[in-house]
């Protein structure tokens, strides 16, 4: 390879806002197949918002809004949101405070054993066929629906909706229409994956996985594929370094940034096939 051919293909693709860290990359590029995206704010927004509580409001965002006080995780954020829009205030008594990746929260509320998370927390708790129903008709809706739990008991939900971002079916298109297949890889709950993936046209879910199991979900399909990996988020970082070809969101973390080959500085998903392409043209430039 020449560098100067590197230089200027590279400097090419950067003008168009895509900043390709390492010629190592490049070579990856020609042989991608799979394009695994993360979910929350790569295909998503990811600026959830509460669009439901079922249940008796004021226990209910009560409740939860003692725990995610605590939390500095998006969901959190948007019941802190909800629960002020709500002319809620949050004086309850909150002591061992933990927060369970991929699952959710936990502490003592004024003294009472309580949660706010997914089903995975479930297992000291009793929740109604009512409850347990409504929650998957807003999964259904593409809605992620948290559990809010104290002594023993779920005592209503909070449903909160991330929506794709607008680019998101043009993007999934662009990268089908040339012949990639597509994936989607996040912590939430299968079918509010799965209505998301549909939404915007991603063939494959893979869903309920833990923080520290995307990389290795990443390896799996590397046994019989070239993998781009697409994510902004902490959680991220080992996944993207693990894919032959890892594109971070100019948007995302720093260490999401750090860990990408491939950084696209104007946050537009479709992008990633401006990258894809102008890659393989550098490529095959310089061979
Ligand atoms: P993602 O892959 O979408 O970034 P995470 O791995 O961060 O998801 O979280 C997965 C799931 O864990 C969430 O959808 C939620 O059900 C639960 N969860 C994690 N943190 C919290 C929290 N602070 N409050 C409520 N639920 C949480
Ligand atoms: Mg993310």
Redesign the pocket.
Request: net charge negative; aromatic share 0%; charged share 25%.
């Given at each position: 390879a020449t560098p100067t051919a590197l230089m200027v293909g590279t400097g090419r693709s950067a003008k168009r806002g895509v900043l390709i860290k390492n010629g190592e990359v490049l070579e990856a590029v020609n042989h991608v197949d799979t394009v695994i995206f993360?979910?929350?704010?790569t295909i998503t927004v990811g600026k959830p918002t509460v669009t439901d509580v079922v249940g008796d409001m004021k226990q209910v965002l009560g409740v939860?809004m003692a725990?995610?006080a605590n939390?500095?995780?998006?969901?959190?954020a948007a019941?802190m949101q909800k629960g002020q829009a709500s002319h809620l205030t949050n004086n309850a008594q909150v002591n061992t405070f933990k927060?369970?990746?991929?699952?959710?929260?936990t502490a003592f509320v004024d003294g009472q054993a309580a949660f706010?998370?997914?089903?995975?927390?479930l297992a000291d708790y009793t929740i109604s066929e009512e409850l347990r129903d409504t929650m998957m008709t807003l999964q259904n809706d593409a809605k992620?629906?948290?559990l809010v739990g104290i002594k023993q008991a779920v005592i209503g939900l909070i449903a909160i909706q991330?929506i794709p971002k607008e680019t998101s079916k043009a993007a999934i298109s662009a990268l089908k229409g040339r012949g990639l297949q597509t994936v989607m890889?996040?912590?939430?709950?299968q079918r509010?994956a799965a209505a998301i993936a549909k939404a915007v046209g991603i063939d494959q879910v893979i869903a309920?996985?833990?923080?520290e199991d995307?990389a290795n979900k990443v390896t799996e399909f590397q046994q019989q594929h070239t993998v781009a990996f697409v994510g902004d988020?902490i959680?991220d970082a080992p996944a993207l370094t693990t894919a032959d070809v890892g594109i971070a969101m100019g948007s995302g973390t720093d260490i999401a940034i750090d860990a990408g080959g491939i950084i696209l500085v104007k946050n537009d998903l479709r992008d990633v096939a401006l990258a894809l392409d102008l890659s393989k043209k550098t490529f095959n430039r310089i061979k």
């Open positions: 993360d979910k929350t704010g939860a725990l995610e939390s500095e995780h998006p969901l959190a019941i927060a369970i990746e991929g699952k959710g929260v706010v998370g997914n089903i995975k927390l992620t629906v948290v991330d890889l996040t912590g939430d709950n509010v309920d996985v833990l923080p995307k988020g959680n």
